[in-house]
């Protein structure tokens, strides 16, 4: 069906409702269209409180595009410090970044948001050594 393809604002308000329910304040929605598929595509609906511990991916870029809402994506070198805080928000026309592989980061939720993740590969859960405990 063709209204399937479509992402509009009923379908993020219906994930933004979803999010504020959840015990991690975001919800996803896979955007694969088949379990063959091995790339990693998601609409990501986060609320502000929503923790995001500071992580990499070591073998991927990831591609951040808000849809909704407004947030920062923040930048950290590998002791911790933030480096760069980008503020993304389609209304200010700041629409989306390019995390670099291997680059720690996390976001930092200002209001109810919605974004489009990718990244190459199938899903792996983040290894220990991928996740920086400050």
């Not at 009923?10 to 929605?29: C, G, P």
């Amino acid at each position: 069906m063709v209204n399937d393809m479509l992402i509009d604002k009923s379908l993020l308000d219906v994930l933004l409702e979803q999010a504020k329910t959840t015990e991690k304040l975001r919800k996803n929605f896979d955007l694969r269209t088949s379990p063959d598929d091995n790339s990693q595509r998601m609409l990501n609906a986060m609320i502000p409180g929503t923790v995001v511990p500071i992580h990499r991916h070591q073998q991927t870029t990831e591609v951040v595009i808000c849809l909704s809402g407004r947030f920062d994506e923040v930048f950290y070198d590998d002791n911790g410090n933030e480096t760069t805080r980008l503020r993304l928000c389609p209304t200010e026309g700041n629409y989306g970044c390019q995390v670099p592989q291997g680059m720690w980061h996390t976001v930092d939720v200002l209001e109810p948001s919605v974004i489009i993740e990718a990244k190459d590969g199938a899903f792996a859960p983040l290894e220990k050594e991928d996740v920086m405990i400050l």
